[in-house]
């Protein structure tokens, strides 16, 4: 349930100071020691080989409510951030995950104090004043400031918070979540979101889903953004700064796009960047069927992160090498097809992300031979043409390795992947398959074996020897 908005600057802006003076009773001294000998830990990582430390066991997330003050002089942000969740286990502590140099100044669970520490690389370990019960819902507060990080990979590139002259973007793939709000930053774990924004009057916030109310308190723009399905924290954010933004309809959808003034984009071209958006979005629903949200769009942006990303409901594009112009056709094809793949359905492992890359680069195939005529049967031929010793044939494309989830095999080879699927079972049950898949696994997480074997049911056809050579081998497969 998202607060009202005369609640923003108590529940956002402050924290509350009550919370700091409660202190355990005795009996509840008592009780937390009962509660240790049928009450475990959380685990403390999600079991993803890729990235042990993100997220946690013993609980399932429902909801973050995430009320954010910014400050562009400074850079600081002011932030309390509340979670609904429900115990899978009976828990005596569990872990959120939070990075970087955020200083907490209260923390709650069920509205009462509860003990925390800072441990490892990004672990937010709490112990509430009595265990938690299997089944049972609970809430949790974080009220904390300072300054986010920003995280630089020399293999994933730039995430978390990434600040600029006036304003600020938040992306989070794979890594950054943790640097702006205490969550569970896995993909495993999906939830719905609210937030809600403040900030200097002649600034723009922006956020994922639909725009639930805006308004000025104190002097500050205040915006409040409601993701009503479930989206994995890799996908959620935050735009702030200087937007023109375009507000349309596709249908009873929200189409709203946004671009950046430092780019010096037109009036026209931003309205064109706004139909392409609709246009292609109907296109790519033609083949994957329903789209699985309830707005769509996407901001053009100057941020100096170098690549576009699929944003739940909002992809964000970065133009910054390309000022004036608004995305290219073939990348709003991508990064919309993966509001189907790789948002709406989500694999469990970061090592099956070629699903998400493999269908988005394939539609930009698709894209190709719809709008320019090139057939896909020639790009997949100039891509295989990419000699046996070249790179793009040596990591696996179903297990690229941690600092390869981004590589060219898991795009190109993925859609080439799809494409020899393709020409095995024919057009028919290969586009049921396109269809119906992301409708049977619609705000779900699947694994590439859920894919075979769900390839193998609808085609009929044992396929086990077609994904050995193209996704769990190395090397260039055969024709």
């Known amino acids: ?12 802006l402050t924290a509350t100071a009550g919370v700091l003076l409660s202190v355990a009773s005795p009996a509840e001294a008592a009780d937390r020691n009962r509660d240790r000998d049928r009450f475990t830990p959380g685990a ?12 946690n066991g013993g609980y399932d997330v429902a909801h973050y409510d995430i009320g954010l003050k910014y400050d562009p002089a400074s ?30 100044s209260a923390l709650t669970v069920n509205g009462k ?22 089944g049972r819902p609970f809430s949790v507060s974080v009220a904390y400031s300072g300054t986010p990080q920003t995280i630089e990979d020399p293999a994933l590139g730039t995430s978390g918070w990434v600040p600029n002259e006036d304003g600020a973007l938040m992306v989070n793939q794979p890594i950054g979540a943790a640097t ?29 889903g639909d725009p639930a109310g805006s308004w000025t308190k104190n002097g500050l723009a205040v915006s409040r953004w409601e993701m009503r399905q479930p989206m994995a924290s890799e996908l959620s954010m935050i735009a702030i700064g200087k937007y023109d933004v375009l507000t349309t309809k596709l249908g009873r959808m929200p189409n709203i796009t946004a671009t950046d003034q430092r780019l010096g984009i037109t009036p026209a071209l931003a309205t064109d960047f706004n139909k392409q958006t609709g246009d292609f979005q109907n296109y790519l629903a033609s083949i994957f069927g329903k789209y699985p949200f309830s707005s769509t769009g996407g901001i053009a942006l100057k941020a100096n992160v170098g690549y576009a990303l699929e944003t739940q409901g909002r ?18 094809i991508h990064e919309l097809a993966h509001q189907w793949l790789g948002d709406s359905v989500t694999p469990e492992r970061w090592a099956d992300i070629w699903m998400n890359e493999g269908f988005a680069t394939y539609s930009e195939w698709l894209y190709f031979e719809k709008y320019t005529g090139k057939p896909v049967q020639q790009t997949f031929d100039e891509v295989y043409a990419t000699p046996a010793d070249d790179d793009l044939w040596v990591p696996k494309t179903a297990d690229p390795g941690r600092d390869n989830i981004f590589h060219p095999t898991v795009y190109d080879r993925g859609a080439m992947t799809l494409h020899a699927l393709r020409k095995e079972i024919g057009d028919k049950a290969f586009f049921t398959i396109a ?29 086990d ?12 497969p055969s024709l």
């Open 1 to 12: 349930m998202s607060r009202s908005p005369k609640t923003l600057t108590a529940v956002a």
């Open 44 to 55: 403390p990582g999600a079991g993803d080989p890729y990235f042990p430390d993100m997220g």
């Open 75 to 104: 850079k600081n942000i002011q932030a309390v951030t509340r979670i609904e969740a429900r115990a899978t286990q009976n828990l005596s502590r569990f872990n959120l995950d939070f990075l970087g140099p955020l200083k907490i």
């Open 113 to 134: 104090r509860a003990s925390y520490e800072r441990t490892g690389a990004q672990e937010l370990e709490i112990t509430p004043p009595r265990g938690l019960q299997k």
């Open 180 to 208: 702006v709000y205490p969550v569970n930053d896995t993909p495993l774990d999906k939830a719905t979101y609210t937030i809600t924004l403040a900030v200097p009057k002649g600034l723009t916030a922006l956020s994922n």
């Open 315 to 332: 992809p964000i594009y970065d133009l910054t090498r390309r000022p004036g112009t608004i995305p290219r056709p073939d990348l709003i």
């Open 435 to 463: 269809r119906s898949w992301p409708t049977v696994n619609r705000h779900g997480n699947v694994s590439t074996a859920d894919f075979i074997a769900y390839a193998e049911k609808v085609s009929g056809k044992q396929l």
């Open 465 to 476: 020897t077609l994904f050995k050579e193209w996704v769990y081998t190395s090397g260039k």
